[in-house]
């Protein structure tokens, strides 16, 4: 009897075991494996000419407009969009403050794209929702903001007020959610309609999504093969454009939100909070990352624009008072300098904070120490998020600008290339390739 559990519980630990770095190895969500924005022993290339072919293993035309991230399972990689009926994807990028909607009240077709990794051949694309869109978007987002997520078996299209929507790799629908009208636009200008931005985990065979709009906004968990929620937790905030991460440390599995009056931690099994604080920026739209044993927070607008690196065992209100830096459970801060809209990338010990204006400043992750502030150059905005592969990082600019520098303590601009098109969305990478998705393709970059 001994030898039987023994054995059972050694195939229990070397499938679980197996079923962890199989997830390590994808790129299953908005920047990969646990929003990390890197996958271990990688080594994506450094040059490419979209022109000259150099570099460039395929390129496929995605019709309409969305800001989706690329995520990829095996040899499939999925992508979001929404087409609109007027033709126009119109879309203004750059450096602006206007709050301005785009006026397109005609049907649009929300779709899911599944290409051949490997060719860039589409094997299938799933019309998920066609109609009017129930909030307008901004004239920098697309109503396909949201990337979706997978597990190797199911795929998740989340379209906000249009829809949740979870697909096989065949293409065939399992089982959709309608969550009702969510409009996501700033606290004090409630007229203003800016469009739906979360994105979807999927972990450990539950859905998680982060749903904060002005109305009830929550935090739910739903069974990936069933639809079923599991819990659903009230959430006390303003709108937020910010997806929700998830991290296992000690046996348990936490999931963490950014916020402005909530960032904070939840427990995975249950939705029950764990951890909050408050004071930040007040529009916020990073996503939480845990790596070097802490979890980094950043978001920026209004009074402040802060970093945070915060212990996994944080518990209770952990704000900090008006002049502190640091807690019991806040190792280090700042209270000027975050982001706007991109997800900090923690690499090698470092924290890469990269402003939509191009200023990269790089901190020592455990300490906050500064290393360097520099400037990427008068390229117009930046809204991407950051991904490493090598000793390389890469940072996408709004016009299509792509900077490869050196991971490390002193910078060193590695190169310097275009895309010829807008780039909105993080890049994604998948064994030694990065894929780019343009306003008008999905690009695939590697050894040609």
């Known amino acids: 009897m001994k030898i039987i559990v023994f054995t059972?519980?050694?195939?229990?630990?070397?499938?679980?075991l197996f079923s962890q770095n199989n997830y390590l190895n994808q790129w299953p969500g908005f920047r990969g494996p646990f929003a990390k924005g890197f996958i271990e022993n990688s080594a994506t290339v450094e040059n490419w000419n979209l022109k000259t072919g150099e570099n460039i293993l395929w390129q496929t035309s995605i019709p309409g407009l969305g800001h989706s991230s690329p995520v990829i399972w095996g040899n499939?990689?999925?992508?979001?969009?929404?087409?609109?009926?007027?033709?126009?994807?119109?879309?203004?990028?750059?450096?602006y403050g206007d709050g301005d909607a785009v006026e397109d009240d005609s049907e649009h077709?929300?779709?899911?794209?599944?290409?051949?990794?490997?060719?860039?051949?589409?094997?299938?694309?799933?019309?998920?929702?066609?109609?009017?869109p129930a909030v307008k978007r901004h004239t920098k987002a697309s109503h396909a903001d949201c990337t979706p997520a997978t597990d190797g078996k199911h795929v998740l299209a989340f379209f906000g007020s249009q829809g949740l929507y979870c697909y096989d790799f065949e293409g065939n629908l399992i089982w959709e959610k309608q969550l009702g009208k969510m409009n996501a636009g700033p606290y004090n200008a409630p007229e203003l309609e800016w469009g739906f931005s979360s994105s979807p985990i999927i972990y450990k065979g539950k859905v998680i999504i982060q749903c904060d709009f002005l109305g009830d906004g929550f935090l739910a968990s739903f069974d990936v093969k069933t639809g079923e929620q599991i819990w659903?937790?009230?959430?006390?905030?303003?709108?937020?454009?910010?997806?929700p991460t998830v991290f296992e440390k000690d046996g348990k599995s936490?999931?963490?939100?950014?916020?402005?009056?909530?960032?904070?931690?939840?427990?995975?099994?249950?939705?029950?909070?764990?951890w909050r604080m408050s004071g930040g920026g007040d529009i916020p739209a990073p996503t939480p990352v845990f790596e070097n044993g802490l979890i980094f927070i950043n978001?920026?607008?209004?009074?402040?624009?802060?970093?945070?690196?915060?212990?996994?065992?944080?518990k209770g209100d952990i704000t900090l008072g008006e002049d502190e830096r640091s807690n019991d459970y806040i190792i280090w801060s700042v209270k000027r300098g975050g982001a706007y809209m991109q997800t900090p990338l923690v690499y090698r010990g470092y924290l890469y904070n990269l402003q939509g204006n191009g200023s990269l400043t790089v901190y020592k992750a455990t300490t906050g120490e500064e290393m360097y502030k520099q400037s990427l150059g008068s390229v117009g905005g930046f809204s991407a998020s950051g991904v490493a592969s090598g000793d390389n990082i890469y940072f996408c600019a709004e016009k299509g600008d792509v900077f490869v520098i050196k991971a490390g303590?002193?910078?060193?601009?590695?190169?310097?290339?275009?895309?010829?098109?807008?780039?909105?969305?993080?890049?994604?990478?998948?064994?030694?390739?990065?894929?780019?998705?343009?306003?008008k393709s999905l690009v695939a970059v590697g050894t040609k």
């Not at 059972?8 to 679980?16: A, E, G, K, R």
Request: proline share 4%; aromatic share 14%.
């Open 8 to 16: 059972f519980l050694s195939v229990f630990f070397i499938q679980t």
């Open 76 to 95: 499939k990689i999925f992508v979001t969009t929404a087409i609109s009926g007027s033709g126009e994807n119109y879309l203004k990028v750059g450096l």
């Open 109 to 132: 077709e929300f779709k899911i794209y599944c290409l051949n990794k490997n060719t860039g051949k589409i094997i299938w694309e799933r019309l998920a929702f066609k109609g009017v």
């Open 232 to 243: 659903r937790t009230p959430r006390d905030e303003v709108s937020t454009w910010s997806s």
């Open 254 to 274: 936490q999931i963490v939100v950014n916020g402005w009056k909530h960032m904070g931690g939840y427990d995975f099994e249950t939705g029950r909070e764990i």
């Open 299 to 314: 978001n920026a607008h209004g009074r402040y624009a802060p970093i945070y690196a915060i212990t996994p065992s944080a």
């Open 409 to 439: 303590p002193e910078f060193k601009e590695i190169s310097h290339t275009t895309m010829s098109d807008v780039l909105m969305a993080s890049p994604a990478i998948s064994e030694n390739v990065i894929y780019f998705r343009a306003q």
